[in-house]
């Protein structure tokens, strides 16, 4: 088991390795090319945990959990359904997410598991297609559902890309069966969704094979892979976010992310 965080330690900014012990072990040098270990090693506690990377595109796939298109009333997608999210909105552990001045009312959560690049990747097949990976972390695709399903005529970029819009962490873990991880979120202790990811209607092999064919998928490159039912607005009542709910997204052999909501 390898954990790859980003982390600050006052003003320097590092990757690391966390150690099973929960030491931070800093590395010279980043997971996506040659790095050493300096041999420097700080608590967790001691370091800040930053986004575990700074990606150079955000794919998402919407619509990719059986039981959430059943809840969404969407048909089952004959191919993945594409959207892309601004890398501007990436936030860390910890860091707020903060309810848009322009549209602050229905703010949604979606808990993702989130594939991270680790090499080039263009033309690739589903048997060669997670040799590409450099591992999986945990994901928030954040969700301003007027925008999304009303005031913007279908397109979904616009308000799923709000600065905070992108919770990532707490590291990438590059030892973990995608097809198979238990995933689940709860706004302020209270479980919301709870799933697994042998739902997913598109595996991470055939996603990173589908986009590939169409885009280059540089190292870094984050593609979240969609959420399951659960969601705030197919509840009934909805249930939308609020300025000090506290939100986690949890997948088993990953860990917790954790995000406060705020005002803008």
């Known amino acids: 088991m390898t954990r790859f965080a980003r982390v600050a330690l006052g003003d320097r900014v590092s990757y690391a390795m966390v150690t099973a012990d929960l030491q931070a072990e800093f590395l010279q040098g ?3 090319g040659d790095y050493r270990l300096t041999g420097e090693r700080h608590a967790l506690a001691d370091v800040r945990l930053l986004a575990p990377v700074q990606p150079p595109n955000i794919l998402a796939i919407g619509l990719n ?9 969407a048909p089952i997608p004959e191919r993945p359904v594409l959207f892309i999210k601004a890398n501007t909105a990436v936030c860390g552990p910890d860091d707020p997410i903060m309810l848009p001045r322009i549209a602050p009312d229905e703010v949604d959560y979606e808990c993702e598991l989130a594939i991270v690049i680790g090499k080039t990747a263009r033309h690739v097949s589903p048997a060669t297609a997670l040799d590409y990976v450099l591992g999986y972390t945990c994901a928030n695709d954040v ?7 009303r005031l913007d005529g279908g ?12 919770p990532l962490g707490p590291w990438i873990e590059t030892d973990l069966d995608p097809d198979n991880a238990e995933i689940m979120s709860r706004v302020n202790g209270r479980e ?13 092999r055939h996603i990173v094979a589908y986009l590939s064919e169409a885009m280059t998928l540089p190292p870094g490159t984050v593609i979240m ?4 039912s659960g969601v705030g607005f ?15 997204i949890e997948i088993a052999g990953i860990g917790v992310l954790r995000n406060p909501v705020i005002a803008a």
């Open 225 to 228: 892979t969609g959420t399951p």
């Open 30 to 32: 980043t997971p996506f």
């Open 65 to 73: 959990y059986r039981a959430h298109a059943i809840e969404s009333g």
């Open 192 to 204: 919301m969704q709870h799933s697994n990811t042998d739902d997913l209607i598109f595996d991470c």
């Open 234 to 248: 197919a509840r009934k009542p909805p249930v939308f976010l609020r300025a000090g709910d506290v939100v986690e």
């Open 155 to 166: 397109q979904w970029s616009r308000g799923k890309s709000f600065d905070t819009f992108a």
């Open 143 to 149: 969700s301003a559902r007027d925008c999304q399903l």
